[in-house]
């Protein structure tokens, strides 16, 4: 019997071969896939070792910073300036020389320290700030020959509700948001004094209070850049200002439980071609209780405490109100200002037997050119004008005055820690001092010429 037929040795092999061609293709596979996971691997960087030196710094910086020593969060800055007033002439039938902004101005007077400050800020937090300006030239109430006494004119904490600071709360004394130059740092104002129209307003331009500031941070930068520029502005009060404050004035003890109340709003404006400007809407309401001092009504007769006043049972006060604009242009090189307020106030009457509430008006206009040389610092030629007709409530029985003014000057800033400035005055106004002698008639016109000198130093 013959044996079987053997297989097909060419199907067996066909088989045989694709099997394991796909387990040779798998094993590729696998090969190729554990070749790439070292190749990554070797492309890794090597954590550097560092010596122990490194180690230590690293460690170091990774520590958290240190808090603040109380005398690395504060400042201190300030000024000072010395004064002297020359009476050039009187007028027929002048009264004395006088000047509600300046006690030196005056019989018998010569050289003056006119404001010596100093200034102490910083952050006690990131959202609180401190700023405590004593004043240490201050003559008290009243004194017939005291001079050089301290006084808080600013302490105040201001409190940010935000990060970017644009709302916050001012609580303590500060300057009441009433009028651009009154809120303007005499360190940087061009004339030697306030304007009476708006000054007379606010004495010392500060009050006990609370009030509440909107800068936006836009805002937050023009004022920045006045700041920075050299160009005077009056300081950050916000786009919005609304506040309440006792209403006696700075440092002066309160009379009446009643408060004032105040709202400024400011609109800052920058051209294309960089021009600054400032438009700005102020008012404030509230009810001033007056201070008196014996007089002679008209000159005649036996000295007598007007009515209408404290000492007189008129402890409530009398309604105080008024509303002012304001137009600031600033000087890029030519500059202007101008205010002008109106409003209601206490005020003696013609008779000068009684306080009363009477109408009042008054502001003033500016023009001056700043001038930068390359090395003999900036000059500041300027012109004003100032009014008023009304009440000044802050004075003795608060007088009915009439003052109009032409100022004529110049500045010189020489650099960031000296200036001189020479002024001429031609002045009619009325010198509200209270002559408490039997027949003689207090509040006269002084009329004449005065000229003016200060040197400031900025520390």
């Known amino acids: 019997m013959p044996p079987p037929a053997p297989q097909s040795t060419a199907a067996w092999s066909m088989d045989e ?47 958290p910073a240190p808090k603040k020593k109380w005398f690395e969060k504060y400042s201190l800055r300030g000024y000072t300036q010395f004064r002297i007033n020359e009476q050039l002439n009187l007028g027929p039938n002048s009264a004395p020389p006088h000047h509600n902004g300046d006690g030196f101005v005056g019989e018998d007077q010569t050289f003056g320290i006119r404001r010596a400050r100093l200034v102490l800020f910083g952050d006690v937090t990131d959202h609180i700030s401190l700023y405590f300006q004593p004043d240490f030239a201050s003559t ?27 709302n916050r709360f001012r609580v ?24 009476d129209g708006f000054n007379s307003a606010v004495k010392n331009e500060r009050d006990l209070g609370v009030f509440y500031y909107w800068t936006p941070e836009y805002a937050q930068e023009f004022f920045k850049k006045l700041s920075d520029e050299n160009l005077k502005g009056s300081g950050n009060y916000g786009v919005f200002g609304v506040g309440v404050y ?37 008012g404030y309401t509230g009810e001033y209780t007056v201070l008196s001092s014996p007089i002679s009504p008209l000159g005649v007769g036996a000295a007598v405490r007007p009515l209408g006043t404290l000492e007189t049972g008129k402890r409530e006060g009398i309604r105080d109100e008024r509303l002012g604009g304001s137009i600031i242009y600033y000087p890029q ?63 003795r029985n608060a007088p009915y005055v ?51 000198f200060q040197f400031q130093v900025n520390y």
């Open 140 to 166: 008290p109430p009243g004194s017939p020959d005291g001079n050089h006494f301290a006084q808080i004119r600013d302490l105040y904490f201001d409190l940010y509700l935000d990060d970017d600071k644009v």
């Open 246 to 282: 006792a209403g006696q004035g700075g440092s002066l003890r309160e009379q009446n439980d009643n408060l004032h109340f105040v709202s400024r709003l400011t609109l800052p404006i920058t051209f294309c071609g960089g021009q600054m400007m400032e438009l700005g809407l102020q």
């Open 333 to 395: 090189p030519f500059g202007f200002q101008a205010e002008w307020n109106f409003g209601h106030g206490p005020g003696l009457n013609d008779a000068q037997t009684e306080v009363i509430k009477r109408p009042l008006s008054g502001g003033y206009a500016m023009a001056m050119y700043r001038h930068k040389t390359k090395c003999r610092g900036e000059f500041y030629p300027f012109v004003r004008w100032a009014y008023y007709d009304g009440g000044y409530k802050s004075e």
């Open 17 to 63: 071969l694709t099997r394991r061609l796909q387990e040779t293709e798998a094993r590729l596979e696998a090969l190729e896939s554990e070749q790439s996971m070292r190749i990554e691997e070797s492309s890794l960087p090597t954590p550097p070792v560092l010596e122990p030196e490194k180690l230590e710094e690293k460690a170091k910086a990774t520590e």
């Open 172 to 195: 303590g004394q500060s300057k009441v948001p009433y009028g651009w130059e009154n809120l303007q740092s005499s360190q940087n104002r061009l004339p030697l004094d306030r304007n």
């Open 402 to 452: 009439d003052i109009n003014e032409w100022e004529l000057g110049l500045e010189w800033q020489i650099n960031k820690s000296m200036e001189f400035v020479s002024m001429y005055t031609i002045t009619d106004r009325t010198n509200t001092r209270a002559l408490g002698t039997a027949d003689t008639l207090s509040y006269s016109q002084f009329r004449g010429d005065l000229m003016r």
